[in-house]
Structures are given as structure tokens and as C-alpha cells.
């Protein structure tokens, strides 16, 4: 007799498949933009974090109007992929090389295998790759799919040929159901975003009716992030599990020291005595109970030092005042990149800037600008704890009344961004964070204050010349007749007067007042 009951184990792919919403493709307009998204991001690592200024040429193409298909075809200058590496990149899930303790925009590379597995589900096309190294002198093509049962690439099509050239980078076309009127604003403001964080990026976007073409406009690049260890805090019993069975038979102090960051001899020893363990004990000896205790007391140990952020890749207060300056039309900003803290033994940096005036428009609450490890949040805008922490902001305090132009730029960077939902579209309420966004926005809220009430003080100025200056060609020509004097003279000596009485000349006081830039002396003293 059969059992009532059938069960059967799902592949990974194929789970990503069916619920491909997870990865924000929604529906056809949402996934035209996540398409884009993922293929600029990759883009983006592929370059700037190897040195590389970034050069990202984007197509969009309405393939079959009545089907509502289009195509996306994003090229960069990056360092390429191997040959023998192209078919996993593109037709394994969870096949990635961000598997590292250290910033990515991406963190499983997921969002690149879901892009193949929705256009693949909706249009039934291979995905054309072509790549080439830096070094390499062979240019590699593919049109690949993937097998979502097996987890493994289909690969259609292979080319090699010489890259006569030198050309290195990677180049992706896929077909896919995408709704190009739906989708574009968000995908302007998604590019256009992309440049504010990534002014040293070249950004060229093709569609059927909007070109853009987005300047760099700096060669400067942020410091890479490099690759580092995890720290005792951060871990959970099954990642110390994996590592216990790598450990090589070792010690648990030699563990301590060889696995973790910032933890050197004595740090363990001490952490070893302070939670009962003998720190000559071998990994291989450890019981599950054992090591459920030891990853419990690992996270309760007060001992260990900060986690190092040399693993995080902040943009700098200069870039960001560069990118929002370009992109924004702002009149003036002040940024400011506060020092690593952590939570729960990740490190993260929080950057804040805020754009005033020029193009931006009078809005009644602050335009906010979210970024996480340097991708824009266009989504879930009310669920981020940024958006929390400026509307609670007591701007008044600063001379701002609203309406009034002004944008935040919010940037974190971290290990691993506390993200508020599966969607990584918002930031979730961490005390550590929402701590340090608070007293970045107090900081660059200062230096604001201050360009304000500079520019109040050389408007006054400026009103009072003006006020006094209609005067000058009535008394002018009474002392011309009294004194009987060229009356040119008597109006270049009454302007004199008027400027020593201000303290400027007319041509230093319109040029103050139309370009107010604070000094590094008065920036210092807003800082603080």
C-alpha cells in the first residue's frame, strides 16, 4: 500500500525560480530594474575595487512589443572573467567569489543568477556573455542557461577567439519580460543615484526614449576593502562548526588566534580561562554541547577588541560632496564619514551629507537618499531607520524651515548590512547605527548652520549697501550744486564710504553672497 504522504526535496534553483520575488523581481517593470541593478553592481565591483575607473555602457531594447519583451545588454571595463569560470558565474546559484569577509555590493551573487533564471522563465533565451581578462589574449563567449534541477550551467553555445586589442572586461545580454514605460523613471533615478555615490564612474545609458550619459567627475577612487576574518561576536554555532572541522586538529587557543580577527594570544588565553575552557584542548575533542557553550560565551566575552574596518570601503566626505554637487545641482554640501563602530562584531562606517539649495526643490520633510556598501534604495523608503532619524530631526535648530531645498545622503557600509526585510530595499533599526546616523546628521546639520547664517549675515550686508546706495545719487548731486563739484567724483567717494562702512567692496559682497563657502578654520568650529 502507497503512503498518503509524498515528499521530495526541491534544488535550490528551482526554489529561486519560483519565488523569484524574493529578489525583487516582481513584475515586469520591477525586474527590468532589477536586471539593470544587478548587472551595474557587478559592473561596479569589477572595477573600482581592482583600481579600475568604471566605464558602464547600458542598452535597453524592446524586443517584442506585443510579448512585452526587451532586452538589457550592459557592458564595463572590469577585469574580466576567466573563460573556464563563465558557464558557473552565470549557470550555478551560489557559485560566487563574494563568499569573503570584506564589503560587496552583492553579497552571495545571487542577484546575477536570478536575472538568467527570470529571463530564462519568461522569454526561454540564453543568456550571451562575453568576458576577457586583463591579461589574458582571448576573448570568451557563451550563451548559457541553467539547469534549475541539477543546479548546473547549460551551455548552448562556446566561442574563443584572439583579443587582438586588449580589450578586458565583461558583457551580458539577456532577453526578458520587462515593462520599459513603468520601469524608467525609477531606472533614471537609479542610475542617476549610482553617480552621486560613484562620481568616478562613466555611466552611458541607450534606451527607446532616453539617453543619458553621466560624467565622471573624478579620477579619485575610495580606498579597496580587503579580506579579513570574521570576529568572535559575528560567528554562530554552525559557521563555528565548519570552521572547527577545517581546524586541522588544532588547539582551541591556536583556533582563537588563527581564525578570528583581533585576537591575538593573550586576548584568547584570557577569554579561555574567563569562559572555563582549557586552552590546550583539541578541536576534534570538543563535544556539540561543548561547542554550543564555547560560541554562546564568545559572544558574551567583553574582552575582545573592536572588529577592524579595513575589511569596509567608505566613499569619503569629498567624493560625496562631488557626486551630489554634479548630480543634485546643489548649491552647497557638507559631508562627513564618522569612525568604525560595530554591532554584534560587525564593523560598519555610517557617512552623511546634506545638499541645500540650487536645483533642489522645496520639499516639506528632507530629500532622502539611502545607500547600503554603495547601492542606492529607491524601495521601502518608510521602513529604513534613516528616514526614521531625519524626520525626528529637529532641523529648526539649524535655521532650516520648510519648505525648504535640502537632500540627505545616508551611506552604511559594513560585513554585513542589517537589512529590515528579504528585499535589502531598507535599513533595520540597530541601536549602534541609528546612534551613529544621528550624530553624523548633527555634524553635517552644523556645518550647515553655519553656511547659513554666513549667507544671512552678507544678505544683510548686502540689503543695507543696497538701502544705503539709493541715496547716493540724490546727495550726490545736493552736494554737487552746494560745493559746486563734479558730481562723478562726489558718487565714487560716497560708494568708498558706503563699502568702508559695510567692510567690503560692492564686487566682494555679490560674489561672497552668491557663492558662501565656509573656511576650514569655521569648519572646524562647526564640527565641533
Not at 369 to 377: D, Q
Request: aromatic content about 10%; proline content about 6%; some cysteine.
Amino acid at each position: 500500500m502507497s503512503s498518503i504522504y509524498s515528499y521530495e526535496a526541491l534544488p535550490v534553483a528551482e526554489w529561486f525560480r519560483r519565488n523569484r520575488e524574493l529578489a525583487g523581481f516582481h513584475n515586469p517593470a520591477r525586474a527590468l530594474y532589477q536586471t539593470i541593478r544587478e548587472l551595474v553592481e557587478n559592473s561596479l565591483d569589477a572595477t573600482e575595487t581592482y583600481g579600475i575607473l568604471p566605464n558602464i555602457y547600458i542598452r535597453v531594447s524592446i524586443e517584442d512589443e506585443q510579448k512585452g519583451w526587451a532586452s538589457v545588454y550592459v557592458e564595463d571595463n572590469g577585469i574580466g572573467i576567466p573563460g573556464n569560470e563563465i558557464p558557473n558565474v552565470f549557470g550555478r546559484v551560489f557559485y560566487s567569489s563574494k563568499y569573503k569577509i570584506k564589503q560587496h555590493r552583492g553579497v552571495f551573487g545571487l542577484g546575477l543568477k536570478m536575472v538568467v533564471l527570470y529571463s530564462q522563465s519568461t522569454t526561454n533565451k540564453p543568456v550571451y556573455v562575453r568576458s576577457s581578462t586583463i591579461k589574458s589574449d582571448k576573448i570568451y563567449e557563451y550563451q548559457i542557461m541553467i539547469d534549475t534541477n541539477n543546479n548546473s550551467p547549460i551551455i548552448l553555445d562556446r566561442r574563443e577567439y584572439p583579443n587582438k586589442y586588449k580589450w578586458h572586461g565583461t558583457a551580458v545580454k539577456v532577453y526578458l519580460e520587462g515593462n520599459w514605460p513603468a520601469a524608467k523613471k525609477r531606472i533614471e533615478d537609479y542610475l542617476k543615484r549610482t553617480a552621486i555615490i560613484a562620481p568616478y564612474a562613466e555611466i552611458i545609458l541607450k534606451s527607446p526614449d532616453l539617453e543619458l550619459w553621466l560624467k565622471r567627475r573624478t579620477t579619485k577612487l575610495p580606498p579597496p576593502p580587503k579580506e579579513g576574518l570574521p570576529h568572535p561576536k559575528s560567528v554562530d554555532v554552525d559557521t563555528v562548526k565548519q570552521m572547527l572541522l577545517e581546524s586541522r586538529n588544532m588547539s582551541l587557543l591556536e583556533f582563537l588566534t588563527e581564525n578570528f580577527d583581533a585576537v591575538g594570544e593573550g586576548t584568547a588565553k584570557a577569554f579561555l580561562e574567563w569562559a572555563g575552557f582549557n586552552p590546550n584542548t583539541k578541536t576534534t575533542a570538543l563535544t556539540p554541547e561543548e561547542i554550543v557553550r564555547l560560541v554562546e560565551k564568545m559572544k558574551q566575552y567583553e574582552g575582545w577588541r573592536r572588529p577592524r574596518a579595513d575589511w569596509l570601503s567608505p566613499v569619503g566626505s569629498e567624493l560625496l560632496e562631488i557626486g551630489a554637487k554634479a548630480i543634485l545641482g546643489a548649491e552647497a554640501v557638507f559631508a562627513v564619514t564618522r569612525k568604525p563602530e560595530s554591532y554584534s562584531g560587525h564593523p560598519f562606517i555610517v557617512e552623511v551629507a546634506v545638499a541645500w539649495g540650487g536645483q533642489i526643490p522645496p520639499v516639506d520633510k528632507p530629500l532622502l537618499l539611502r545607500y547600503a556598501n554603495k547601492i542606492p534604495l529607491l524601495y521601502d523608503e518608510g521602513a529604513d531607520v534613516a528616514r526614521k532619524i531625519v524626520d525626528e530631526f529637529n532641523w529648526q535648530n539649524y535655521k532650516i524651515k520648510f519648505p525648504a531645498p535640502l537632500a540627505v545622503i545616508t551611506h552604511i557600509c559594513s560585513t554585513k548590512i542589517p537589512y529590515a526585510s528579504a528585499g535589502k530595499e531598507a535599513i533595520a533599526e540597530v541601536p549602534e547605527i541609528e546612534k551613529e546616523i544621528r550624530l553624523a546628521l548633527r555634524d553635517v546639520a552644523k556645518k550647515l548652520r553655519l553656511y547659513l547664517s554666513r549667507k544671512e549675515k552678507e544678505m544683510e550686508l548686502l540689503n543695507k549697501y543696497i538701502s544705503l546706495a539709493k541715496y547716493v545719487d540724490e546727495i550726490a548731486h545736493n552736494l554737487s550744486i552746494i560745493t559746486r563739484l563734479d558730481r562723478e567724483p562726489l558718487e565714487k567717494n560716497l560708494y568708498k564710504l558706503i563699502e568702508k562702512k559695510i567692510g567690503l567692496t560692492i564686487d566682494e559682497l555679490i560674489k561672497h553672497t552668491l557663492s558662501t563657502q565656509l573656511t576650514q578654520q569655521e569648519e572646524t568650529i562647526a564640527a565641533a
